[in-house]
């Protein structure tokens, strides 16, 4: 067993890519429809409830972006 705290460097793998992700072709969650609902409307663009969970992700990215909202 290893003596590192996992926790000494919570953000080691915290941003993960989302195409990495093992679940990212399953359907969005429901915080990510939500907050991408709200994001779309803001940045008038149209809300796609279709995208997986991977490419609701970077959508979620990019319309911060051009929000200004999140990071």
Avoid: C, V
Wanted: charged share 35%.
């Amino acid at each position: 067993m290893s003596d590192t705290n996992p926790k000494s460097e919570p953000f080691s793998n915290a941003e993960k890519n989302p195409d990495d992700w093992t679940t990212g072709d399953e359907a969005m969650t429901g915080a990510q429809a939500s907050y991408l609902k709200t994001l779309s409307e803001e940045a008038h663009e149209e809300f796609d409830d279709t995208l997986s969970k991977a490419d609701a992700s970077k959508k979620i990215d990019e319309l911060q972006e051009k929000t200004g909202r999140g990071k």
